[in-house]
């Protein structure tokens, strides 16, 4: 429902006061601002009419997280030196299950983007209609140019202090960047073995040791089943568009390849020292060496150039390349206003944000004054934990389910959040995506919040 003028102008007032009274008790933490306000600015209106919701201050409240924990984290290097890494959980909010989110081990950790991927997380379990609340950790490793031995060390340190927050019932965690498979084995291993049970605590793990088939491929499926459904809309497929992917990581691999089975021509990836544009397209044979080169080599993309004769950009972003449909899969605010407005020129139809937060708010806008396609990340990449969530649920049964049967699911779960988001997204012709999202994954946690009373 539209609101009235005084009713905007309250909004618009109280939306700043607000975000002011949580940046004066976040200082510094940018990127839990930036998603935030990316929140709140549809939150806020839409709680307008809702006094139920205001008098209990459940937006206040879903902005505090349940708790943070911090811990030291000392490993011995290859070259007997002691180490020192900050570890971090941020169980941000357990209100419709438990706490289920990734861990991230990248240099640039900190908590403001533990906190930012803690929020978001709450929001895109609830829309996957999966039990699961929200959370996020990791710590400041860089996994890079490290050996296997030091990465088993950083992990089983990690775990041992880890392992007293998280179990099956209280907190699932699963990879993210710098923690992928080989990651995630090391740590839930050094879980078994000082828990000395074997539950589904972490996801994403080895198929032979508990994990789903598809959880590999999920987030990336899920984007292109995303981005699907939008184009559908408009009476458009995937076949024979001109896709722009960044990363070359999990998230990007993946759609890639779904794009790539489904007839998209996809010309470019990247990883954080630049992208390849390759005009004949990368096929499935060139995908599988970048996976080569990516997991196992743990080489940079820039020698896919060499190898393929594609072109190379260093230290720059595809966004200069014309493309039908895009999507961010490396990390958070690699898309800007400028970039946006490059793609917007250049006939682009349609973001799926396979990456948490790609896009800056100025970028989003950008594309919803265009009446872009855009799908946010909070719906767009949820496949990934909705298989997670199905991953928990074959450990608990004690049985695995086949490929199909999983990936039905996940396409289902999938075609379930794009209906959410157009229900509680239609502006006129146009579906705002982020809106939608937002206010779906709101009203689930909300509405629980409000039953438990004041917690
Ligand atoms: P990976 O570690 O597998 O890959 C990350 C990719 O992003 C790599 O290509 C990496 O390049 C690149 N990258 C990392 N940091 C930067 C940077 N600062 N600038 C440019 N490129 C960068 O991670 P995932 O694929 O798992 O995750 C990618 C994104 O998707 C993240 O935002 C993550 O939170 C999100 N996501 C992941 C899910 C999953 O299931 N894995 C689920 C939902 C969201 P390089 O190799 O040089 O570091």
């Known amino acids: 429902?539209?609101?009235?003028?005084?009713?905007?102008?309250?909004a618009d007032a109280y939306l700043r006061r607000f975000?002011?009274?949580?940046?004066?008790?976040?200082?510094?933490?940018?990127?839990?601002?930036?998603?935030?306000?990316?929140?709140?600015?549809?939150?806020?209106?839409?709680?307008?009419?809702?006094?139920?919701?205001?008098?209990?201050?459940?937006?206040?409240?879903?902005?505090?997280?349940?708790?943070?924990?911090?811990?030291?984290?000392?490993?011995?290097?290859?070259?007997?030196?002691?180490?020192?890494?900050?570890?971090?959980?941020?169980?941000?909010?357990?209100?419709?299950?438990?706490?289920?989110?990734?861990?991230?081990?990248?240099?640039?950790?900190?908590?403001?983007i533990l906190k930012f991927l803690g929020f978001e997380q709450v929001f895109k379990n609830s829309l996957t209609t999966l039990p699961m609340g929200g959370a996020k950790g990791g710590?400041?490793?860089?996994?890079?140019?490290?050996?296997?031995?030091?990465?088993?060390?950083?992990?089983?340190?990690?775990?041992?202090?880890?392992?007293?927050?998280?179990?099956?019932?209280?907190?699932?965690?699963?990879?993210?960047?710098?923690?992928?498979?080989?990651?995630?084995?090391?740590?839930?291993?050094?879980?078994?073995?000082?828990?000395?049970e074997f539950t589904g605590t972490m996801t994403g793990k080895g198929l032979s040791f508990g994990?789903?088939?598809?959880?590999?491929?999920?987030?990336?499926?899920?984007?292109?089943?995303?981005?699907?459904?939008?184009?559908?809309?408009?009476?458009?497929?995937?076949?024979?568009?001109?896709?722009?992917?960044?990363?070359?990581?999990?998230?990007?691999?993946?759609?890639?390849?779904?794009?790539?089975?489904?007839?998209?021509?996809?010309?470019?990836?990247?990883?954080?020292?630049?992208?390849?544009?390759?005009?004949?397209g990368i096929d499935e044979e060139k995908l599988a060496w970048i996976g080569e080169l990516k997991t196992k080599r743990r080489g940079r993309i820039a020698e896919?150039?060499?190898?393929?004769?594609?072109?190379?950009?260093?230290?720059?972003?595809?966004w200069g390349v014309a493309g039908d449909l895009v999507f961010p899969c490396a990390t958070q605010n690699e898309l800007e206003e400028e970039d946006a407005k490059t793609l917007v020129g250049n006939g682009c139809m349609l973001v799926s944000e396979?990456?948490?937060?790609?896009?800056?708010?100025?970028?989003?806008?950008?594309?919803?004054?265009?009446?872009?396609?855009f799908g946010p990340a909070k719906a767009a990449n949820a496949g990934g934990v909705a298989v997670s969530g199905l991953e928990q649920s074959q450990n608990a049964m004690r049985l695995s389910w086949s490929r199909e049967e999983v990936d039905a699911q996940l396409l289902d779960i999938m075609r379930k959040i794009h209906q959410s988001c157009v229900d509680h997204g239609r502006e006129g012709d146009y579906v705002n995506y982020v809106k939608g999202a937002n206010i779906a994954g709101f009203i689930k946690v909300g509405d629980a919040m409000l039953a438990y009373g004041v917690l």
């Open 1 to 10: 429902m539209a609101l009235t003028k005084t009713q905007q102008a309250h």
């Open 19 to 112: 975000m002011a009274g949580l940046k004066r008790r976040n200082p510094g933490q940018p990127e839990f601002h930036q998603a935030v306000h990316e929140f709140a600015r549809d939150i806020v209106p839409f709680l307008e009419d809702k006094k139920d919701y205001k008098d209990a201050h459940i937006l206040d409240r879903m902005t505090e997280p349940d708790r943070v924990i911090v811990f030291r984290v000392c490993w011995v290097d290859d070259d007997n030196n002691v180490r020192v890494n900050r570890g971090t959980r941020v169980q941000f909010n357990n209100s419709i299950g438990p706490y289920k989110g990734g861990l991230r081990f990248h240099k640039n950790v900190n908590i403001s």
């Open 139 to 196: 710590a400041n490793f860089n996994p890079h140019g490290k050996s296997d031995q030091e990465v088993m060390r950083f992990c089983q340190a990690f775990m041992t202090e880890l392992v007293r927050h998280i179990g099956p019932d209280t907190d699932i965690p699963a990879g993210d960047i710098g923690v992928g498979a080989r990651e995630v084995s090391y740590l839930f291993g050094q879980y078994k073995r000082l828990r000395n």
């Open 211 to 280: 994990g789903s088939l598809i959880r590999t491929e999920a987030t990336g499926y899920g984007c292109v089943y995303f981005a699907r459904e939008m184009l559908a809309t408009r009476g458009e497929e995937i076949r024979g568009k001109t896709c722009l992917v960044s990363g070359s990581g999990n998230v990007a691999h993946y759609t890639a390849e779904k794009l790539i089975q489904l007839g998209g021509k996809v010309v470019t990836m990247s990883d954080s020292s630049g992208f390849i544009h390759d005009k004949d």
């Open 304 to 318: 896919y150039a060499e190898k393929w004769g594609a072109d190379y950009h260093e230290g720059k972003r595809p």
């Open 354 to 373: 396979g990456a948490n937060m790609p896009s800056t708010i100025e970028a989003i806008n950008v594309f919803l004054d265009h009446k872009v396609l």
